[in-house]
């Protein structure tokens, strides 16, 4: 039990771009029997407490190995192993690295399955929401709100933190029961070994979670043990992955809606920077798409992120994390998502997306949730229900008083000051400044102040942000 909650903290400590499985694996019936069984994945798995190496040919071979893993994904997982020769992973990183490459191939074979076997790919998908922007600016309150809509659904913790499930085999109120029960208690008793955890993303074994944890199966990140990214500048000169791991994305959410029997709802999905990064795939794959992107200051957010990656590092490294590298790290990880964003919202084919995006002030909405729901909801041709109201009303109330007991030890845990990580306000907005969509996009909550206006259609901008 205590090696699985070990695992399973350190794969929420890397919550927000890990490869990590153990909550998969915690949640996946029969995946301690096949990590046994599947001799590949452990050959590839240096056992000892001080070689911080795993076996990249091995890791290669076993994906590889599996048909069902699609050509673009091996290619990535390949550069994954690659990237990963001169990290120094601690030996809990080894251990999950190694099992979250069995459990991202057996979800590309259960959902590769499904598709041979059902009518996945007729399943009419509806044209989702997908909630983006920086960190900390009320992108989690949104896909919260949006998601209470009885006319909308969402992925869930407990869906995600584990291997697809098959539309075939055990009831689904059963196996989804199962598979929530247990991650919530693992998630409870992380937070006893792991008390920081809370401070810096709150969890829930049902609660909306973001489309980074799926698309991972066929795109890992270095996010969460590097403080420099390689692995998304190699994507962004070979855009054939990150197009092939949205398209099957899309492929996982019809899977998804067919084993529910939910056609008739809309996804509601939140990516925060993964989306930002990938903005002129989402596009490709999701035309008709709905966006929603929210806006707060950058100076305000940087710090909040540079401590969960420094959070990350600590969990899955060897060494101590350099906390100036660190913040260099991120400017340039939201420089760089909002310089792409940016530049797929100019090109011709954005613009049936760009009639579909709003942008949103985050302190229009901490002030008044539900009236700016009502006005996205209005900008999109579409009207609040009572249901709707009535249900984030009383989400609001109940998430009052959860984020009340939250802010106890905080500051002890969470350390979201820019000083500590050799930035500054100034610095902040001057390397955001460099770039075009970086200017006009880092600074645009700020232009939202004071016009009484929190909701602003993309073809609106122009009135508002710096550089138009």
Same mark, same amino acid.
């Given at each position: 039990?205590?090696?699985?909650?070990?695992?399973?903290?350190?794969?929420?400590?890397?919550?927000?771009?890990?490869?990590?499985?153990?909550?998969?694996?915690?949640? $996946? *019936?029969?995946?301690?029997?096949?990590?046994?069984?599947?001799?590949?994945?452990?050959? %590839?798995?240096?056992?000892?407490?001080?070689?911080?190496?795993?076996?990249?040919?091995? +890791?290669?071979?076993?994906?590889?190995?599996?048909?069902?893993?699609?050509?673009?994904?091996?290619?990535?997982?390949?550069?994954?192993?690659?990237?990963?020769?001169?990290?120094?992973?601690?030996?809990? %990183?080894?251990?999950?690295?190694?099992?979250?490459?069995?459990?991202?191939?057996?979800?590309?074979?259960?959902?590769?399955?499904?598709?041979?076997?059902?009518?996945?790919?007729?399943?009419?998908? *509806?044209?989702?929401?997908?909630?983006?922007?920086?960190?900390?600016?009320?992108?989690?309150?949104?896909?919260?709100?949006?998601?209470?809509?009885?006319?909308?659904?969402?992925?869930?913790?407990?869906?995600?933190?584990?291997?697809?499930?098959?539309?075939?085999?055990?009831?689904?109120?059963?196996?989804?029961?199962?598979?929530?029960?247990?991650? !919530?208690?693992?998630?409870?008793?992380?937070?006893?070994?792991?008390?920081?955890?809370?401070?810096?993303?709150?969890?829930?074994?049902?609660?909306?979670?973001?489309?980074?944890?799926?698309?991972?199966?066929?795109?890992?990140?270095?996010?969460?043990?590097?403080?420099?990214?390689?692995?998304?500048?190699?994507?962004?000169?070979?855009?054939?992955?990150?197009?092939?791991?949205?398209?099957?994305?899309?492929?996982?959410?019809?899977?998804?809606? +067919?084993?529910?029997?939910?056609?008739?709802?809309? @996804?509601?999905?939140?990516?925060?920077?993964?989306?930002?990064?990938?903005?002129?795939?989402?596009?490709?794959?999701?035309?008709?798409?709905?966006?929603?992107?929210?806006?707060?200051? %950058?100076?305000?957010?940087?710090?909040?992120?540079?401590? +969960?990656?420094?959070?990350?590092?600590?969990?899955?490294?060897?060494?101590?994390?350099?906390?100036?590298?660190?913040?260099?790290?991120?400017?340039?990880?939201?420089?760089? !998502?909002?310089?792409?964003?940016?530049?797929?919202?100019?090109?011709?084919?954005?613009?049936?997306?760009?009639?579909?995006?709003?942008?949103?002030? $985050?302190?229009?909405?901490?002030?008044?949730?539900?009236?700016?729901?009502?006005?996205?909801?209005?900008? @999109?041709?579409?009207?609040?229900?009572?249901?709707?109201?009535?249900?984030?009303?009383?989400?609001? !109330?109940?998430?009052?008083?959860?984020?009340?007991?939250?802010?106890?030890?905080?500051?002890?845990?969470?350390?979201?000051?820019?000083?500590?990580?050799?930035?500054?306000?100034?610095?902040?907005?001057?390397?955001?400044?460099?770039?075009?969509?970086?200017?006009?996009?880092?600074?645009?909550? *700020? @232009?939202?102040?004071?016009?009484?206006?929190?909701?602003?259609?993309?073809?609106?901008?122009?009135?508002?942000?710096?550089?138009?």
């Amino acid at each position: 039990i205590h090696f699985a909650i070990k695992t399973t903290m350190a794969h929420l400590l890397g919550l927000r771009a890990a490869t990590a499985a153990g909550a998969h694996l915690s949640t $996946y *019936r029969g995946a301690w029997r096949r990590c046994f069984l599947h001799l590949g994945s452990w050959r %590839a798995l240096d056992l000892s407490w001080s070689t911080p190496r795993l076996d990249v040919a091995q +890791l290669i071979r076993h994906v590889r190995s599996n048909r069902c893993v699609p050509l673009e994904a091996q290619k990535a997982f390949g550069l994954f192993a690659e990237d990963l020769e001169d990290v120094p992973l601690s030996f809990w %990183a080894r251990l999950i690295t190694a099992w979250a490459v069995q459990t991202h191939v057996h979800s590309h074979e259960v959902l590769q399955n499904d598709i041979e076997r059902h009518p996945v790919t007729s399943s009419t998908l *509806r044209p989702p929401i997908f909630i983006v922007g920086l960190p900390r600016t009320g992108t989690t309150l949104l896909h919260h709100l949006l998601a209470l809509d009885p006319e909308s659904q969402c992925l869930r913790a407990y869906e995600l933190m584990r291997c697809t499930r098959s539309i075939e085999g055990w009831p689904q109120r059963l196996v989804d029961a199962l598979d929530w029960a247990k991650l !919530a208690l693992l998630m409870r008793l992380s937070e006893i070994i792991a008390p920081q955890w809370p401070h810096h993303h709150q969890l829930d074994a049902n609660s909306p979670e973001e489309c980074l944890f799926a698309l991972q199966r066929s795109m890992p990140l270095d996010t969460h043990y590097r403080a420099r990214s390689r692995l998304l500048e190699r994507y962004a000169s070979e855009e054939e992955i990150p197009l092939a791991a949205y398209q099957r994305y899309h492929l996982y959410l019809q899977q998804v809606q +067919l084993r529910r029997g939910s056609m008739q709802k809309r @996804f509601v999905l939140k990516g925060q920077l993964i989306h930002l990064h990938y903005m002129a795939q989402l596009r490709s794959v999701f035309p008709s798409a709905h966006v929603v992107w929210s806006h707060r200051p %950058a100076e305000e957010v940087v710090g909040s992120l540079c401590s +969960l990656r420094k959070s990350q590092q600590e969990v899955f490294l060897n060494e101590a994390p350099d906390k100036c590298e660190v913040g260099a790290g991120v400017l340039k990880y939201l420089s760089d !998502a909002l310089e792409r964003a940016g530049e797929a919202l100019e090109q011709k084919e954005a613009n049936e997306l760009v009639e579909r995006l709003v942008h949103v002030q $985050y302190q229009s909405l901490v002030a008044d949730p539900v009236a700016v729901v009502e006005k996205i909801y209005e900008t @999109f041709g579409w009207r609040v229900s009572p249901e709707h109201r009535e249900a984030m009303e009383d989400y609001l !109330a109940r998430s009052l008083a959860q984020r009340s007991r939250a802010e106890t030890g905080k500051q002890r845990y969470h350390d979201a000051s820019l000083g500590s990580y050799g930035l500054s306000g100034q610095s902040v907005r001057q390397r955001l400044a460099e770039t075009k969509h970086g200017k006009r996009f880092s600074d645009l909550g *700020r @232009f939202f102040q004071g016009t009484g206006t929190g909701v602003v259609r993309h073809s609106q901008l122009s009135t508002f942000g710096p550089g138009n």
